[in-house]
């Protein structure tokens, strides 16, 4: 199956500051790659994702890269603030229902 | 609308008892999934249900079994529980697929 591997697991930056998380897929066949917030003791929610036929994507202070050749995915965050503060999930899947996640990145925004 | 909801939101049982937790959405979607969320393995699927009708195995289904009941609710069943499964749950469910999942609040178990 699916195998996602994410970086680094925690990031503390200043407020102000960007953040980028990177992860990895193993199988070439994937073709969906969403990115979930979960705040402390709250429920995942997606705040974007990007299809294999698409290299970019923005909303506002985030975007989401991907290199097919390499196999990795990457969310970028801007102008960092305190409520991006959170556990940041990727996701990938090859199939219409099977999401394989990675392991979480805690971000922490200092002020 | 209540998006999805999951009862109960905590729960101890011993180990060898049984439970079921419960999921109903109200967003007329049509795929359903039950996660379990561990401390640094993310989120991993356990059963899907991609319609009314039908559930299929996800990637860790050993130890639990699901029933889709209608479109709306999707319950999670484990028959003899064990320490490994303490986890938190969280059922969600999807318009179209695993695109745009909906996830519910989450259900904290602990078996002693």
């Known amino acids: 199956g699916e195998n996602v591997e994410q970086h680094p697991s925690t990031l503390s930056v200043q407020e102000g500051d960007s953040a980028v998380i990177k992860c990895t897929y193993s199988d070439s066949a994937s073709n969906y790659f969403p990115w979930y917030k979960q705040e402390l003791g709250k429920r995942p929610q997606l705040i974007i994702d990007i299809r294999s036929n698409v290299g970019e994507k923005k909303d506002q202070r985030i975007a989401v890269t991907l290199n097919k050749t390499a196999k990795h995915f990457s969310l970028h965050i801007t102008e960092t603030q305190p409520e991006d503060s959170a556990v940041y999930f990727c996701a990938a899947s090859t199939s219409d229902y099977k999401l394989s996640f990675g392991a979480g990145t805690t971000v922490t925004v200092r002020a | 609308n209540a998006g999805v909801t999951q009862t109960p939101k905590f729960q101890v049982l011993k180990t060898g008892q049984s439970m079921t937790l419960q999921c109903a959405q109200d967003m007329n979607h049509n795929s359903m999934y039950w996660y379990r969320q561990d401390p640094g393995m993310g989120l991993r699927l356990i059963y899907y249900s991609a319609s009314e009708g039908t559930t299929d195995k996800g990637e860790v289904p050993n130890g639990y079994n699901v029933s889709r009941l209608n479109k709306r609710e999707f319950s999670l069943r484990l028959e003899s529980a064990a320490p490994s499964q303490t986890s938190v749950y969280f059922c969600?469910?999807?318009?179209?697929?695993?695109?745009?999942?909906?996830f519910g609040a989450g259900s904290r178990l602990t078996v002693l």
């Open positions: 969600a469910s999807g318009l179209s697929g695993a695109n745009v999942l909906t």
